[in-house]
């Protein structure tokens, strides 16, 4: 069965750079979460979107922003990195109430 | 608000033995709840799924739990423990808006 796809699976990115992490969710599933997870921590809500309209935000810094796009795959967009920004980043997506992960990105900022 | 709390952070068990480890969870209305397994540098893995219905819920892996009401919990337990259980397990429950809180985690360790 298909799974949630995220690309890249691990990137490297110095302080101040930019990053853009790609997230494809099961075919027909419509709405995407984003989640952050840092060294030894328990996964932090970031943002959802529901039919490309962002439908819940948590924890995202101001530097962060996401969107879906019509074919329902969203991208988390992330500036002016930071040290603490390095993390495993979660994307799921829904079907009725349960959400499917993928394999997370994982993230280091030098 | 909600939250789900995990009171061990580390559990060590033998191979063979039982395992339980325990889930306790705050808010308002009825919960959904549920269970997550994680290897080090990998994806979550739902183990297991309460809505409503059975309090006893059946999952993958030989993993069951119970949901309990009236302790505000929902404990995850395995007879028989094998060294591929060896992970970080986290409970979650999903609250309005249909997020995730999770749990701080616990981390299981099997001797052999």
């Known amino acids: 069965a298909a799974g949630v796809i995220q690309s890249p699976r691990h990137l490297i990115k110095e302080k101040r750079e930019t990053a853009t992490l790609k997230c494809y969710p099961i075919?027909?599933?419509?709405?995407v979460y984003w989640y952050q997870q840092g060294p030894g921590q328990d996964p932090q809500f970031l943002i959802s979107?529901?039919?490309?309209?962002?439908?819940d935000k948590g924890s995202i810094p101001d530097r962060f922003s996401a969107q879906q796009f019509s074919d329902y795959h969203s991208e988390l967009n992330m500036s002016s990195l930071e040290l603490g920004d390095s993390a495993l980043y979660f994307c799921?997506?829904?079907?009725?109430?349960?959400?499917?992960f993928g394999p997370g990105t994982r993230l280091t900022v030098l | 608000a909600q939250s789900v709390t995990q009171p061990d952070i580390h559990i060590t068990v033998s191979e063979g033995a039982s395992l339980e480890l325990r889930c306790n969870y705050s808010?308002?209305?009825?919960?959904?709840l549920f269970w997550y397994v994680q290897s080090p540098g990998q994806g979550l893995q739902l183990l297991l799924k309460?809505?409503?219905?059975?309090?006893l819920v059946q999952g993958i892996k030989g993993f069951e739990a119970e949901f309990k009401r009236s302790q505000s919990s929902f404990n995850l337990r395995k007879p028989s423990v094998h060294w591929s259980d060896a992970a970080e397990y986290f409970c979650?429950?999903?609250?309005?808006?249909?997020?995730?809180?999770f749990g701080g985690g616990t981390r299981v360790l099997v001797k052999p």
């Open positions: 309460y809505f409503s219905g059975d309090t």
């Open positions: 808010y308002g209305a009825t919960p959904y």
């Open positions: 979107f529901y039919e490309k309209m962002q439908s």
């Open positions: 799921a997506s829904k079907d009725r109430n349960e959400q499917f």
């Open positions: 979650a429950l999903k609250a309005a808006g249909n997020k995730l809180t």
């Open positions: 075919p027909r599933h419509d709405t």
